[in-house]
């Protein structure tokens, strides 16, 4: 593996003044190339939808100028106004100094290949469990979609509100105990236009939802142990440690679900819940458990499925 140079034996430009490096980066392709060095020279952790100093580059270039993905790639050689060439200079002088994760200072992230607004209210999008909403769920829905869906625990509310996007018959309810992450939620009901079919609620797990029941109930809970909490990039620690922690084995919400799903769910109901990393700790927990694992075709672990029926049948297990 190749070590990023340290201080001493590095040459970053991040210290330039502005006037400096505009005079001489006119191009997308400088602006590429320029910040994708100084990203590698910084050593920066790539964990927020970019899986290295490249990735993070483009990212930040496209994202400052406002331009997709799927850009011609002619744009590369056409030369930025000063403004634009300014707006990436301190997005990427941010980026390095305070290694805030890149959605964050752009202020959108990418989930399903929908854009959704964040901040640091609410993590930043990055579920494995964005294949199955692009997929319709159908693995488990094979003749017709779920008729109500429950994202629990939402934060920014993009699986839930993808979901709707994806399958335009559905009803959706986003639930949160953080007020402030339920605020980005609405905002991005509001951007995405599916307030007719997309709710946001106030619950504690499934406090908030009395009576209530779902045909799908999907959650990216807080799952990260004590161990890894203590551990993690610094780029993380700018995330909300509510949606992160969640005690010494990352179970207590999870432990939670489990014991109440079944009285949220219909009866031919399934729960899908992402607990990352730990997944050896609900192994551990839940030795009889019959748990599907789930595979992604473009990367992800630990998520895990559970039909009503198999909620009833193990229910001793999880009290």
Not at 281 to 310: I, N, T
Request: aromatic letters at 8%.
């Amino acid at each position: 593996m190749t070590t990023p140079l340290n201080a001493e034996t590095s040459h970053s430009t991040l210290s330039l003044p502005d006037t400096a490096l505009i005079s001489d980066l006119f191009t997308l392709r400088d602006y590429l190339r320029w910040v994708s060095s100084e990203f590698y020279l910084a050593g920066l952790h790539y964990g927020h939808g970019t899986e290295s100093a490249w990735d993070e580059a483009v990212a930040l270039c496209l994202g400052a100028l406002h331009l997709p993905w799927n850009v011609d790639p002619s744009v590369l050689e056409a030369r930025l106004l000063p403004v634009e060439r300014q707006r990436i200079i301190a997005l990427a002088r941010e980026r390095v100094i305070s290694r805030q994760p890149l959605p964050y200072l752009l202020g959108e992230a990418f989930f399903a290949g929908h854009p959704f607004n964040v901040d640091e209210r609410v993590l930043i999008p990055r579920s494995p469990i964005a294949e199955l909403i692009e997929d319709g769920f159908s693995a488990w829905f094979p003749e017709e979609p779920p008729a109500s869906v429950l994202d629990l625990c939402t934060g920014s509310g993009c699986i839930g509100i993808a979901t709707g996007l994806y399958l335009p018959t559905c009803e959706v309810t986003l639930a949160d105990i953080s007020q402030d992450a339920l605020a980005v939620a609405r905002e991005n009901i509001t951007r995405h236009d599916v307030g007719d079919r997309v709710r946001a609620v106030a619950s504690d797990v499934f406090d908030g939802l009395e009576g209530q029941r779902f045909d799908l109930i999907v959650s990216n809970p807080p799952y990260v142990d004590a161990r890894d909490l203590a551990t993690m990039p610094a780029e993380f620690r700018h995330e909300p440690a509510l949606a992160l922690g969640a005690g010494k084995d990352g179970l207590d919400i999870v432990r939670r679900i489990l014991r109440e799903a079944r009285s949220h769910l219909s009866d031919s109901g399934w729960l899908i819940v992402e607990v990352g990393n730990s997944d050896r700790h609900v192994e551990a927990a839940f030795p009889d458990v019959p748990f599907m694992w789930l595979d992604f075709e473009r990367g992800g672990q630990g998520v895990f499925a559970l039909s009503a029926a198999e909620l009833d049948a193990y229910a001793a297990s999880f009290v």
